[in-house]
């Protein structure tokens, strides 16, 4: 009895197809979320710098002469 992968190439354009479209996918999220940084650069840094809150602390340093 003789097997073969024939059936496994038959497949072999559809693993093509999708993968393909899968990394597509991915790619275009990052184009698109770039594309929206881009056109909205204040809502962008308005958000972090909020999220930041800087203390000022004294510093004390001492020197030997």
């Given amino acids: ?34 594309v929206f940084y881009a056109l909205n650069p204040h809502k962008a840094a308005q958000t972090t710098s909020q999220a930041k809150v800087i203390t000022q602390k004294p510093v004390y340093a001492s020197v030997e002469r």
């Fill in 1 to 34: 009895m003789k097997r073969t992968f024939n059936n496994l190439g038959g497949l072999q354009s559809l693993f093509f197809c999708v993968g393909i479209y899968t990394v597509a996918l991915f790619f275009s999220i990052f184009v698109c979320s770039s």
